[in-house]
């Protein structure tokens, strides 16, 4: 079934100034239009990440790629499959832990920073020690199985994991080249209905901006816990200006000719 797209327009800021201080002042008609279009989402993505810790290094980064391998399983129960509906595990970030009379220290800073902070801070000088480390690993799922994402919402819950569920375009910039166009043409068409009002004529395009494009924020696309699947349309946007010189629809009126 071919997708139908629907289009909502919000109003467009129109005014007509005089331009400049020149000795022949030309007067401009400016409009800003927005136009906003509607797509059925094509694909769910999904970040799925999860940390470990243990003394070895070796052993935290096990832990956390296989609890992603064990999540992967339960996917490919669901339907789907590996490189197709989701990437492979990546480990993203590896950090030792430091600590100092049994509690952690602060990420980023050498040991002998640690050390000397602490000191001008009047703390312990027990030097600090290494005691392990964290590992974090996710992958991305990435799948047209938009009916899968309650459970995948599911699955990845269980794990304990942390993950944005987000609706998506397969081609994005294709949809924001109709909206800038959209957005082109009815500025255009609110000027012309301007000048005519205003008992004048569009001399010629000044220019031509184009102000913003794009999707709404991602918090108003996403899903990020529940099983529901309300959030299936992607709105794209575009908001442009358009001014006009423009001069008297009768031309003797401006020379004040009767």
């Not at 980023?108 to 312990?124: D, E, I, L, V």
């Amino acid at each position: 079934m071919k997708a139908t797209s629907f289009i909502a327009i919000i109003l467009g800021l129109c005014s007509m100034v005089p331009h400049g201080h020149a000795a022949d002042d030309v007067a401009t008609l400016t409009v800003t239009k927005r136009a906003t279009l509607e797509h059925p989402a094509e694909f769910i993505t999904l970040n799925i990440g999860v940390s470990s810790e243990a003394w070895k290094l070796d052993e935290a980064r096990t832990q956390a790629t296989d609890q992603l391998s064990a999540l992967q399983s339960s996917l490919n129960e669901l339907g789907l499959k590996p490189k197709t509906d989701y990437g492979e595990i990546r480990i993203t970030d590896i950090e030792p832990i430091i600590t100092r009379d049994g509690r952690r220290l602060a990420r980023g800073r050498t040991a002998n920073q640690r050390t000397s902070a602490g000191a001008r801070a009047g703390g312990s000088l027990t030097p600090p020690e290494l005691t392990g480390y964290e590992v974090a690993a996710e992958f991305t799922i990435h799948t047209d199985k938009l009916g899968l994402a309650p459970q995948i919402i599911t699955q990845t819950s269980m794990v304990g994991s942390s993950s944005t569920l987000e609706y998506v375009l397969a081609n994005p910039e294709a949809h924001r080249a109709a909206a800038i166009k959209q957005a082109v043409r009815d500025a255009m068409a609110d000027a012309s209905v301007l000048a005519t009002a205003a008992d004048s004529r569009l001399v010629r395009l000044s220019s031509l901006t184009l102000n913003a494009s794009g999707t709404p924020s991602r918090a108003s696309r996403t899903q990020r816990s529940g099983p529901t699947t309300d959030l299936k349309i992607v709105k794209v946007y575009a908001d442009v200006t358009v001014v006009y010189e423009i001069a008297p629809a009768d031309p003797e009126s401006a020379s004040g000719t009767e």
